[in-house]
């Protein structure tokens, strides 16, 4: 058991990635605490996992909602370990049909809302002297993605969020890193027409998508202390999709 | 009468001050004088400095703005700043 006893906090927990990094954490002796607006969805993960996993319903780009739902947390657990910034969502248009509320929509959540949370937890990493924080970007934010416009540029501020908190972390024991996942196979995922993702196929060297269970194994690692001396880097999670 | 009230709560702030210090930046008491300065004098980084302005804020029950704060580089200026705003 990697993490034994550690407190650990994933946002967009109810389902996909999220979910598939609370189950490998639990399995490791992990209190974790999953948070999604999927309220119905959040708490059928918890109880499906099973174990120390609590559900709370929390929409990410409230700043009161992850004020008050983390002071729960810190109430009820004294300490959080262990961040997986993964929550995020999707409004796929090419750029010229592209709203203004499309793009605000993306950026507020997957940007902001990771900021947001990172801000409220960090201060409690920094007095403990411990933390790891586990921003999932894209490898859309490093190569870009026609209809994606928006989401490349929150997951690329992401990268860059991720490596300005590592420096100003690195003190305090606090890593910061990045998973940049490929085609994973979720929910996200699972509406991409078929001809599509045959398209993508050709183009992933390992020819298979990825499991939410490929992302939770990296998390895992990053989580560990056998992962103490990295920080501030963005690993892409393909099946070599970009190299 | 008055005068030494003023003078003995200025003390109890100053020691409460001054633990705060001590344990955020693990320097000696005797270290901790007014004209001690954060950065140069008690070692603190640039994280140390916020992370004490939050400690204020927290054991004093008040909000610091950011241009306030960063005008206590002193000890001695953070002291007054707070008696200032501590005093009903």
């Not at chain 1, 999953?34 to 700043?63: L, P, R, W």
């Not at chain 1, 729960?72 to 995020?88: C, H, P, Y």
């Amino acid at each position: 058991m990697v993490l034994e006893s550690k407190v650990a906090f994933i946002t967009g927990g109810a389902s996909g990635i999220g979910a598939g990094i609370a189950k490998k954490f639990i399995q490791e002796g992990t209190r974790v605490i999953i948070c999604d607006v999927d309220a119905e969805t959040g708490t059928k993960t918890a109880q499906q996992i099973g174990g120390n996993i609590h559900f709370y319903k929390m929409d990410i780009s409230d700043e009161g909602e992850v004020k008050k739902t983390v002071e729960t947390v810190i109430n009820e657990f004294s300490r959080i370990d262990i961040l997986i910034n993964n929550a995020g969502i999707t409004k796929d248009r090419l750029l010229l049909r592209m709203t203004k509320q499309d793009w605000e929509s993306v950026i507020g959540i997957n940007l902001t809302g990771t900021f947001l949370v990172t801000k409220t937890i960090m201060r409690y990493m920094i007095k403990q002297r411990y933390g790891r924080i586990i921003n999932i970007a894209s490898v859309v934010g490093l190569i870009g993605n026609p209809g994606q416009a928006n989401y490349a540029a929150s997951k690329a501020g992401i990268i860059g969020f991720t490596k300005s908190c590592a420096k100003e972390l690195a003190g305090r024991n606090i890593t910061v890193n990045a998973i940049a996942p490929g085609f994973i196979e979720t929910r996200m995922t699972e509406n991409i027409p078929d001809e599509i993702k045959q398209n993508y196929l050709k183009l992933i060297p390992l020819r298979r998508f990825g499991l939410p269970e490929d992302v939770a194994n990296l998390a895992l690692f990053l989580s560990s202390d056998q992962a103490s001396y990295i920080t501030g880097q963005v690993v892409c999670l393909d099946g070599g999709l970009v190299m | 009468m008055k005068q030494k009230k003023k003078g003995e709560k200025k003390m109890a702030l100053f020691d409460d001050v001054r633990d705060i210090i001590v344990e955020q930046l693990h320097v000696p008491p005797e270290k901790v004088s007014l004209e001690a300065k954060f950065i140069e004098d008690l070692g603190a980084d640039s994280l140390d400095t916020v992370e004490l302005i939050m400690a204020f804020e927290e054991k004093f029950n008040l909000q610091i703005s950011e241009e306030e704060a960063q005008k206590l580089d002193t000890v001695g200026k953070a002291v007054a700043y707070l008696e200032d705003k501590t005093k009903a």
